[in-house]
C-alpha cells in the first residue's frame, strides 16, 4: 500500500512569493489534515478534510493559506504571499476513520521564506 | 496551559536503561491516546495507541489514567534504535501534538 506522499520535499522561496504544497493521501482515506512544525514548536493542526469538504479549518493561521481537495482525493495548500515566519515543516496525513486508530503521515515539505 | 504537556527533556541513557516518559493533557473529553515517534527530519510515526487498560507491545509499555489525565510511556532495554523524540498526542474533536521528549540512547 502506497503511504501518503508530498510534494515538493523541499521549497525555498523568497518573502511575497506564493508556493503551493501537495499532498496524496492513502487511496481510500477520506481524512485528510494538515499540520505544521515550526523551528521549536510542536506540530500544530492546520485543518482537516473529509473527501472534499472542510470540516475544521480553525488551525489555518491567516488567509494568506488556502486549502483545496478537489474530487476527495489529493489535497494542496497554497501559501500566498509567503512570510518569513511560514517557514516551517508542513506535514500531511491521513486516516479511514477520524483518527480513532491513528494517522499516517507523509515525509513533510520543508518550507524555507528567504 | 498548553493543552498536552510532555517532560521537557532531552533524555540521555546508556544502553539497556529502562526509560519512562510523562504527559499530561488538560481536555476530559479526549477520546483517544496515542504515542508517536519522530527521527530527526522524518515524519512521525505511530509507535502505539495508549489504552485505558494499559498496553505492551515488547519492550514498550503505555498506560492511561482518565482521572488523573496522565498517560506514559515505558521502554526497557533501551536500544541504540530508540533515540527519536516521543510525542504524545490526543484526539478529542482533532489531534494535539505534545511538544515532544527526545531520547538519546549511549552506548
Redesign the interface.
Given at each position: 500500500e502506497a503511504g501518503v506522499t508530498q510534494f515538493p520535499s523541499h521549497s525555498v522561496i523568497e518573502k511575497g512569493q506564493t508556493v503551493t504544497l501537495r499532498c496524496d493521501p492513502i487511496s481510500g482515506h477520506d481524512n485528510l489534515?494538515w499540520?505544521r512544525r515550526v523551528m521549536g514548536?510542536?506540530?500544530?493542526?492546520l485543518l482537516?478534510f473529509v473527501k472534499e469538504s472542510k470540516q475544521?479549518e480553525?488551525?489555518m493561521p491567516n488567509n494568506r493559506f488556502l486549502a483545496e481537495r478537489t474530487g476527495g482525493t489529493y489535497s494542496t495548500l497554497k501559501v500566498q504571499p509567503a512570510e518569513l515566519e511560514d517557514s516551517g515543516v508542513y506535514?500531511c496525513a491521513s486516516s479511514q476513520d477520524?483518527?480513532?486508530?491513528?494517522?499516517?503521515?507523509?515525509?513533510?515539505t520543508?518550507l524555507t521564506v528567504v | 496551559r498548553k493543552e498536552v504537556e510532555q517532560d521537557p527533556g532531552p533524555f540521555n541513557v546508556p544502553e539497556g536503561a529502562t526509560v519512562a516518559f510523562n504527559c499530561t493533557y488538560s481536555n476530559s473529553a479526549s477520546q483517544s491516546f496515542f504515542w508517536y515517534r519522530q527521527d530527526c527530519r522524518k515524519e512521525p510515526k505511530l509507535l502505539m495507541s495508549v489504552y485505558s487498560s494499559g498496553n505492551e507491545d515488547g519492550r514498550f509499555t503505555a498506560q492511561l489514567n482518565r482521572a488523573s489525565q496522565y498517560i506514559s510511556l515505558l521502554i526497557r532495554d533501551s536500544k541504540l534504535s530508540d533515540s527519536a523524540t516521543y510525542l504524545c498526542v490526543v484526539l478529542y474533536d482533532k489531534v494535539i501534538f505534545g511538544p515532544g521528549t527526545s531520547l538519546s540512547v549511549i552506548p
Open positions: 489534515y499540520y514548536k510542536e506540530i500544530k493542526f482537516h475544521d480553525s488551525g506535514f477520524r483518527g480513532a486508530y491513528g494517522y499516517t503521515f507523509g515525509s513533510g520543508r | -
